[in-house]
């Protein structure tokens, strides 16, 4: 058998013709194909490759432009946009207040003040009419034609003014209370001033007289009645 001489140091023949050379083998081998972890770094073998190392570039800082970023715009235009929303919203709730408003806003009409005229002075309103009731005067005495049995006479001088419809009115329509609360009803013993007559006032109308209560001295108010014997105002007396 024949067998074919080889040169020392030759690659074998694989059968295909081609001569089997470093790096031309289905497994490419050979300094040049040698996997590099990293450029200008040693194979991960221990091994050193062959050839130039290539460093990283570096970017050019004057051509270098960093990455826009669209978010400040983004949130510029979301408080721009609430700003004007809240804007607009407190706009229309005035305008639509300030139309309520004018719209709600009542028409004025001259009323009749029912405030007295004077501390001394009381408007009063009955079944049969209007008027005004006014304590002119008053005075403590402590005698008259018989002696007081309270040990004192009140002795006040009224006027009744009529202002609308009818008043009537009678000395006896009368009476007086102290600060307990006690009753006293209208004497004739103790008056030395012509006392209240009796009556019916019309519109405008009015009359004077007075009154004479057998009470203790102090705190008074004065309650008038009506024909019904309905009490109908009161006016405290300042002693």
């Known amino acids: ?3 074919s001489p080889q040169t020392d140091g030759a690659p074998p023949d694989t059968g295909d ?25 040693a194979p991960a073998d221990g091994s050193e490759a062959s050839g130039p190392r290539q460093p990283l570039p570096y970017p050019d800082l004057a051509t270098f432009t960093p990455p826009t970023s669209r978010l400040p715009a983004v949130v ?11 804007v607009l919203a407190a706009t229309m709730m005035a ?8 719209q709600l806003a009542p028409v004025t009409t001259p009323i009749r003040s029912v405030v007295p005229l004077r501390e001394d002075s009381i408007e009063f309103a009955s079944t049969d009419g209007s008027g005004r009731l006014v304590v ?16 004192s006479y009140l002795q006040v001088q009224v006027e009744l003014i009529c202002t609308s419809g009818s008043i009537a009115y009678d000395p006896y329509f009368f009476q007086a209370f102290d600060a307990t609360g006690r009753l006293f009803d209208v004497t004739s013993h103790g008056a030395t001033q012509r006392v209240l007559s009796s009556g019916t006032l019309g519109p405008d109308e009015r009359v004077t007289g007075f009154l004479t209560f057998d009470m203790p001295r102090g705190e008074v108010t004065l309650l008038m009645s009506d024909d019904a014997a309905e009490s109908v105002t009161a006016l405290k007396i300042s002693d």
């Open 1 to 3: 058998m024949n067998e």
């Open 17 to 41: 013709g081609v001569a089997s050379r470093p790096g031309m083998g289905p497994t490419p081998s050979g300094p040049a194909f040698a996997p590099w972890v990293d450029a200008g770094r």
């Open 76 to 86: 510029t235009a979301v408080v721009v946009l609430v700003v004007s929303t809240v």
């Open 95 to 102: 305008h639509r207040g300030d139309s309520q408003v004018s």
């Open 136 to 151: 002119l005067d008053h005075s403590w005495m402590s005698a008259g034609a018989q002696r007081p049995v309270s040990g």
